[in-house]
């Protein structure tokens, strides 16, 4: 089995996607190979040997193989032809825009490349925190309520809030843009911030010391596979390291303290939300528990490094993922339709 | 003012499709390239003269010049490098997958191309029938009941059912695959033929002779340009002349004989579902009136020819779009988060 794996695009979290791909490299055995898109979305072939930081920050990059996408693959221009690299499966590894909003889900379909990630229903649903909750409220899991303030719409800006509360930009697949706000006096400001992330703000309650707890899995073969549940470290600041240890197995996750009871139900809410819209990819659900009701904060469609720290046996599971991904039914077109025209008045 | 037409692709629409884009031709007063999407998913520049339907049911467009997506464009593959093809604006007019779930939208975003179409968002929110519902509910916009059968789920499938009703794929955009039950005797005939487009269906009461009505329009430096208003021809089942005349000015279309009232709720209803959503796209959204209240049925985010036939003046509405249409948002990545790692013990 190769893997390709694709990371960097025009996204906030494009740093991260090259962290997560550094990590990815330590802890997935199989053979891999590194297709970096940069801010330009071009792509790039790195060497396995390049895989660090500096290649990317130094802009070494552009040093290494210009990669094009065509049916079936990615492509390498020689001078007579283009030759393709051969691989067996890519790994959607973008965070946020361009990996998340949809954009690399539909070229792998349009382009009939084989991938682990959210297909494109899935990735729109996931990207708009607001159709994450009508989506989320159709297959019967709570989210916190909420209001979206609109940039072009003064209107929802009257709307009286209540304090303290969380401003989350609509369309931002991570923590980047939030902000917690105790009270009015600091609106103006925050409005400021959050509607340079995006014209669409949700807005929630904040419930100081809510539990979280972050659930991952996929559905090979009609089965689930879940990882262990983690309560995540509540640091809202992560510095490089903690983020590092944060995608690596290195750092040992503690199964949350939590009833069998209530575990089985954050996993009866993942089957909700994962069935059958996430099929093909491997995802995280973050949720919260308040007062012993089960929410949905969010879904990770691509979380860093596929969240490997949180399973056992973490390039198997890949490896079983890889071999049984859902397809998109191809459409046999005959041209009966035209060949009924020939010969017909007004032919054209 | 170069437009180039993209039509075609792996769609149950792409004979439309191809249909489509001739009568664009004939109607559209303006310097015309015609870019062919095959059922392959390669891309082929038709000369003008041979926009006809035998060039394709042939399979004679194999002939043509093969082009290739690229950042900034079409390319055609030269002897020594790749040689652009030159536009100001490219026309989604792929009906159907492909043109309508968000494909063509992903990769004009991705390779920074122009383009008159629905948005990624806007793709998915209309290409799948329950979450346009789910959408018309949140803007304010009245639909059908509806239940959702599901291939996938058996208990789905016990619901009791209200006869007349129909039978809709979730997610075709077209009247393919649509169904009309009487009687309970017809289902399990009806439930085959409908999982044969689509593992969900949505069903909703038949209403015989309901009132159908269908606006199309677009929004230009946030003025809203309307067409007039149709009610459409009922005969389900179109021939070629009639679904030809369908698409092009040369059947002259009656407005409809409404109320002023009525009229301007239906703007307002179509107002509700645009903005801001299908910024970008000349959309037509076919509604319903039952006992004087509207309710939208579908939008068609792709109108055949762009519903060229609703509008007066249709040429220089389309030239002032294309001179107006929104563009992605670029985030500018400067490494600095990869920068302060450097010197940081635990380097990557």
Not at 15 to 41: M, P, T, Y
Not at 135 to 140: E, F, L, N, P, T
Not at 179 to 199: C, G, K, M, R, W
Request: hydrophobic residues 40%; proline residues 3%.
């Amino acid at each position: 089995m190769i893997y390709a794996i694709i990371f960097g695009a025009n996204s906030y979290e494009h740093e991260i996607s090259i962290v997560s791909a550094i990590v990815l490299k330590k802890v997935l055995k199989a053979k891999l190979l590194f297709i970096f898109c940069d801010k330009n979305r071009d792509f790039y072939l790195i060497d396995n040997a390049k895989m660090n930081a500096k290649t990317f920050s130094s802009l070494a990059y552009k040093k290494e193989k210009r990669l094009i996408l065509k049916q079936g693959g990615f492509y390498e221009k020689t001078l007579f032809s283009d030759k393709k690299i051969e691989c067996d499966c890519c790994i959607n590894l973008v965070h946020g825009k361009d990996g998340e909003d949809g954009k690399i889900a539909a070229l792998f379909d349009f382009f009939n490349i084989e991938y682990i990630g959210p297909r494109l229903e899935a990735s729109v649903i996931s990207y708009n925190k607001e159709f994450t909750k009508l989506y989320a409220q159709k297959v019967g899991v709570k989210t916190l309520p909420y209001k979206i303030l609109k940039n072009y719409d003064a209107t929802s800006l009257l709307s009286p809030l209540d304090y303290p509360c969380i401003f989350k930009p609509t369309r931002l697949g991570s923590s980047i843009g939030i902000q917690i706000l105790s009270e009015a006096s600091q609106l103006d400001y925050s409005l400021d911030v959050a509607f340079e992330f995006d014209d669409e703000l949700l807005v929630e309650p904040f419930i100081d010391n809510i539990k979280e707890y972050n659930l991952a899995g996929c559905m090979i073969k009609d089965e689930f596979v879940f990882s262990i549940i983690e309560e995540p470290n509540k640091n809202k600041f992560l510095d490089f390291e903690q983020k590092y240890l944060c995608f690596s197995s290195h750092s040992e996750v503690q199964e949350a303290d939590l009833s069998e009871e209530l575990k089985e139900k954050l996993k009866e809410n993942f089957k909700k939300i994962y069935n059958p819209l996430f099929k093909g990819a491997l995802i995280r659900c973050d949720f919260f528990i308040h007062n012993d009701e089960i929410y949905l904060n969010e879904i990770n469609p691509n979380p860093g490094s596929l969240a490997n720290y949180l399973f056992k046996d973490f390039s198997s599971i890949i490896q079983n993922f890889a071999q049984n991904l859902p397809h998109e039914k191809q459409i046999n077109i005959n041209y009966s339709f035209l060949h009924s025209i020939n010969g017909q008045k007004g032919k054209l």
